[in-house]
């Protein structure tokens, strides 16, 4: 098996268009990886062979701006890719799998950013990530995204007819630290994406 591994950071500095495709566009940047076709992942031959595992849960459905909402490049805190020999426990992928952990933030006070972005084609996005302790053994990790773009897909003719759409996600996690060496975790998302693309001129 290969295994790559890419930091938060790296992920949010990969050169991307709306963040709902961030999360690809990074794995694109890797050795043995291309995208087509809307961000359909290739490696190895394979085409959409992924599993994606977000925070120890296994996501079987493509996660791009088509058919899924992925996490936002800003929650990211890293990335395991394994490609070649699946270790069985993940099984029913061929292709390779794609490993998430989001970030936690973990300070003694609330801590945040706020991004606004705006470019051609209509195209607006805005995310938040904030974080802090509720006690002195508990904290809490939220982010959202959104965006919206006159280009949301990569159009099928060369007019970009009808090619607008929208996406957002958001992200928390719960902490608490119930001893030095135990720590729960409970993490929950809710994503939605709405476009219209034609197939051809006279749609």
Same mark, same amino acid.
């Given at each position: ?5 890419? #930091? #938060?950071?790296?992920? !949010? !500095? ?11 566009? +990074? ?5 043995? @990886?291309?995208?087509?076709? /809307?961000?359909?992942?290739? +490696?190895?031959?394979?085409?959409? #062979? @992924? ?11 493509? &996660? ?15 990335? /395991?890719?394994?490609?070649?020999? &699946? ?22 006070? $609330? ?12 195209? /607006? ?6 974080? #802090? ?29 009808? /090619?607008?759409?929208? +996406? ?7 902490? $608490?630290?119930?001893?030095? +060496? ?9 994503? !939605? ?11």
């Amino acid at each position: 098996a290969a295994r790559i591994t890419l #930091g #938060g950071e790296a992920v !949010r !500095r990969a050169p991307i268009r709306i963040s709902s495709r961030g999360l690809q566009d +990074a794995i694109a940047t890797t050795p043995g @990886f291309a995208t087509e076709d /809307n961000g359909l992942l290739h +490696a190895r031959g394979v085409d959409d #062979g @992924f599993l994606y595992v977000v925070d120890g849960v296994p996501m079987y459905e493509r &996660m791009d701006s088509a058919h899924g909402v992925a996490p936002d490049p800003e929650m990211v805190d890293s990335i /395991n890719i394994i490609t070649g020999h &699946m270790p069985p426990e993940f099984g029913f992928k061929s292709g390779g799998v794609i490993e998430v952990r989001t970030s936690r933030r973990q300070s003694d006070s $609330w801590l945040g950013t706020v991004q606004a972005g705006s470019g051609s084609d209509a195209t /607006n996005q805005g995310s938040s990530v904030f974080g #802090g302790p509720l006690s002195s053994s508990t904290s809490l990790t939220a982010g959202v995204s959104g965006q919206a773009s006159e280009r949301f897909l990569d159009p099928v003719h060369p007019d970009n007819l009808h /090619n607008g759409g929208n +996406a957002i996600n958001a992200t928390a996690e719960f902490g $608490w630290t119930m001893s030095p +060496a135990s720590t729960l975790a409970v993490v929950g998302g809710l994503g !939605r994406s709405s476009f219209d693309v034609p197939h051809d001129e006279e749609q």
